[in-house]
């Protein structure tokens, strides 16, 4: 099940085919590297490096210590496939305000080292999508002369820079089609959160990356099938 929430409330409930519908919910550009000047540096002069003598491996005693430890770790339990939004969700994401300004809110991305964040609003609800891109536009970076402007970005509050209204999923519904969502919209992560708006979590691509690679292993066709 997905939502969109605004600082309205509520203002889709329904799967994933009609979200395009909901006109405020833009397509956000992927983000782009950042290309700074430097001063042209000297070359350095190339020495090349001698290659490190690596000993041979042997497999069989490698083998032999891995059943080992697998026996005194005893019975493994069997895995579970990934197929739920709360299999791989971050619990306790980080959240802002949306009256904080935007300086603030980018140290508290800083700290807690991720790009973006849900917007909260006093009553716990969902009210919109806070991305780091959003706070440090492209187009003023690079030239001194846009300092002015770099500094009244960052004290203006989250609420004129944040995505609004914003997707949001249920904690129950299946990966492949927060998959969807993703490429569909271009957004980095969704909020998770209930029938009110009320965050759970958030789930991003990064999240469902480390599925992919995780034990037990993502399973993204698993159980009886549903259109997308």
Do not use: C
């Amino acid at each position: 099940m997905f939502f969109v929430f605004g600082p309205s409330g509520q203002m889709y409930r329904g799967g994933p085919e009609n979200l395009s519908h909901v006109a405020p919910v833009r397509r956000v550009q992927r983000p782009q590297a950042l290309h700074t000047r430097t001063l042209d540096a000297p070359d350095e002069p190339f020495l090349p490096v001698s290659p490190q003598f690596t000993p041979p491996t042997n497999l069989r005693l490698q083998d032999a210590v891995s059943a080992y430890a697998q026996v005194e770790q005893g019975p493994q339990l069997a895995r579970q496939p990934l197929t739920k939004v709360s299999d791989v969700m971050t619990a306790n994401a980080v959240s802002v305000p949306p009256d904080a300004l935007v300086n603030d809110a980018w140290q508290t991305l800083a700290e807690h080292k991720v790009a973006q964040a849900p917007v909260v609003d006093a009553q716990g609800r969902v009210v919109g999508l806070l991305l780091r891109a959003d706070m440090a536009p492209l187009d003023l970076l690079p030239e001194p002369g846009a300092v002015q402007q770099a500094i009244d970005l960052a004290r203006r509050p989250v609420a004129e820079v944040m995505v609004s209204p914003v997707p949001t999923v249920a904690a129950d519904t299946e990966l492949r089609r927060v998959a969807a969502v993703l490429l569909e919209t271009g957004l980095p992560g969704l909020p998770v959160t209930d029938d009110a708006g009320a965050l759970a979590g958030f789930i991003s691509r990064t999240d469902i990356l480390r599925a992919v690679a995780a034990d037990p292993p993502l399973d993204l066709w698993s159980g009886q099938a549903m259109p997308l």
